[in-house]
């Protein structure tokens, strides 16, 4: 008798964290973001690139859970992610606050897989500024890779 094919599940999400790191005292003292701004991902096992850099590429597929968060390298200055700009067929930041803090983070679920690249900008307020600052560099969310393929 041959063996019973088994029932294809469907894959679960996954959370992926995108966590900007921000040097608010050479931002300021510049004037330059892009040039202070360093992304990482939890995802580089599956192929997410650009880490260290404004312009990463976050590799992602449908139902990922996206969570976005700052880090100053200096404790005492102030730096809050102010806004997600990327296309609402892709995803739909939303802007939350942690439980009993004033710390902010922002998530968003892929709505659809991607054929290309979607780029998206992200914004910061950083001290007293108290106009955003909008990185130039396009940060992108990549398709997933083909199965078996990690890059």
């Known amino acids: 008798m041959p063996p019973r094919p ?24 510049s004037g330059d973001l892009d040039q202070n701004l360093y992304l990482y991902d939890t995802n580089r096992t599956a192929g997410s690139a650009g880490f260290g850099t404004p312009a990463l590429k976050t590799r992602v597929r449908r139902g990922d859970t996206l969570l976005w ?42 709505k659809r897989d991607l054929a290309e690249p979607v780029e998206y900008r992200l914004s910061f307020l950083v001290g007293t500024v108290d106009k955003p600052l909008v990185s130039v560099a396009a940060q992108a969310l990549v398709g997933a890779a083909p199965e078996g393929r990690t890059r």
């Open 69 to 110: 968060n700052v880090i100053p390298l200096e404790c005492e200055t102030f730096v809050a992610l102010d806004g997600i700009d990327i296309a609402g067929d892709v995803a739909e930041p939303e802007r939350k606050v942690y439980p009993g803090t004033d710390i902010v983070f922002w998530t968003a679920t892929v």
């Open 6 to 29: 088994k029932p294809e599940r469907p894959r679960a999400a996954r959370p992926v964290t995108i966590t900007a790191v921000v040097d608010p005292v050479a931002v300021l003292a």
